[in-house]
């Protein structure tokens, strides 16, 4: 059975990620593509389509063709919500690009749209996918570090402001880097705890080297004049059951260390994290340990051990999951609570006063 997809949006993330993905996928035909920007698509097209397939600059004229099955929006977060709707609407289940959305409303009113039409609405949170969350998800879903209780999201780039697109325009994105990478690593953790029912959250978000001329920075220095999101953000989180999660993320910050994507996790039975690859800790007969997670794999013949990368993996779970008429990896459910604390904390940065949760 083949399934046809369409493509919204064919820039850096469609390119860098759903794109070469889906060529991987068997039965998949990208059968449409669509930008604003018309060679973009046509480029699109070439690489990953074949003859028959078409380019549109109007998303609306390609969500008319009835067989399309799929969409991938990769759009500004923006216009995530306003896109994802009409594919539901139109009969197409919908794989959007994280976040969710710019805000929690319209986030609210994708899964929305989700439940009345009864399409399947997904994510791109693909670090699920790695081998060390997939590893520490099976540990915390077997119970083996008790009632984790705290858990630490850590999204940190020393210097590695993306000066290209709109990431650095608040009015198309939403904000920075705790919308952009910062939303990687709290999906991560709320994931590995189980835990969806958020209290209240406080939080800041800091313009402190965005104003810096000539910076040193890995994609070259940033126009500070174009530079209107943060360039740092922190929150913590209190759940409804007493749990708590700090959330750092920065693209510019004078910090030693950094890592992306990156969860540790305090339970009552032991704890993990992922600074300097995987280790988990705990005690065992009087002793504490220490245990670094080995991930390779192999001693197959004809088999090199490794996993798929897990944009692929996310890609190839996704069809499934349409397929097989399975619920996705990434719920929609899951992804609004995502989308909820990252606002709160923009907010709570704002007023100076908690946010609370109904």
């Keep these: 059975m083949t399934i046809k997809v369409g493509i919204i949006g064919c820039g850096g993330i469609a390119n860098g990620?759903?794109?070469?993905?889906?060529?991987?996928?068997?039965?998949?035909?990208?059968?449409?593509?669509?930008?604003?920007?018309?060679?973009?698509?046509e480029k699109a097209k070439k690489e990953y389509g074949?003859?028959?397939?078409?380019?549109?600059?109007?998303?609306?004229?390609?969500?008319?063709?009835?067989?399309?099955?799929?969409?991938?929006?990769?759009?500004?977060?923006?216009?995530?919500?306003?896109?994802?709707?009409?594919?539901?609407?139109?009969?197409?289940?919908?794989?959007?690009?994280?976040?969710?959305?710019?805000?929690?409303?319209?986030?609210?009113?994708?899964?929305?749209?989700?439940?009345?039409?009864g399409m399947k609405l997904t994510i791109g949170y693909q670090n699920r996918f790695r081998t060390d969350s997939k590893y520490l998800h099976e540990i915390c879903a077997d119970g083996e570090l008790g009632e984790i209780y705290l858990g630490k999201a850590k999204a940190i780039r020393r210097r590695a402001v993306p000066t290209w697109g709109v990431f650095l325009d608040e009015e198309a994105q939403g904000g920075g880097p705790l919308i952009d990478i910062g939303t990687h690593a709290l999906d991560l953790t709320l994931w590995m705890m189980d835990n969806y029912k958020p209290k209240y959250a406080v939080g800041n978000a800091y313009h402190k080297l965005s104003q810096t001329k000539n910076a040193a920075n890995a994609w070259g220095p940033w126009d500070p004049e174009k530079f209107t999101v943060e360039d740092s953000a922190f929150g913590f989180i209190t759940m409804e059951n007493g749990a708590t999660i700090i959330l750092e993320s920065s693209w510019a910050i004078n910090m030693r260390k950094?890592?992306?994507?990156?969860?540790?996790?305090?339970?009552?039975?032991?704890?993990?994290?992922?600074?300097?690859?995987?280790?988990?800790?705990?005690?065992?007969?009087?002793?504490?340990?220490?245990?670094?997670?080995?991930?390779?794999?192999?001693?197959?013949?004809?088999?090199?051990?490794?996993?798929?990368?897990?944009?692929?993996?996310?890609?190839?779970?996704w069809i499934d999951a349409v397929k097989n008429d399975t619920?996705?990896?990434?719920?929609?459910?899951?992804?609004?609570?995502?989308t909820e604390i990252l606002e709160a904390i923009y907010q709570s940065s704002e007023t100076g006063q908690p946010v609370f949760f109904d």
């Design 258 to 317: 950094a890592g992306e994507a990156q969860t540790t996790l305090c339970g009552t039975k032991g704890g993990a994290d992922m600074d300097d690859g995987l280790y988990v800790n705990g005690e065992d007969r009087g002793l504490l340990y220490d245990r670094k997670v080995e991930l390779e794999t192999g001693g197959v013949d004809f088999y090199d051990g490794a996993d798929s990368a897990p944009e692929l993996l996310e890609a190839q779970s």
């Design 327 to 338: 619920e996705p990896v990434v719920k929609p459910e899951e992804a609004l609570v995502v």
């Design 17 to 41: 990620k759903h794109l070469p993905s889906l060529a991987q996928v068997a039965d998949v035909e990208m059968v449409a593509f669509c930008d604003i920007v018309l060679e973009r698509a």
């Design 50 to 117: 074949d003859g028959e397939a078409k380019v549109y600059e109007n998303y609306q004229e390609l969500l008319a063709d009835d067989s399309i099955e799929i969409i991938h929006v990769c759009t500004p977060n923006s216009s995530h919500a306003e896109i994802s709707i009409a594919a539901m609407e139109a009969g197409k289940h919908v794989m959007c690009e994280k976040p969710m959305a710019k805000t929690a409303a319209e986030g609210r009113a994708m899964l929305e749209a989700s439940k009345k039409t």
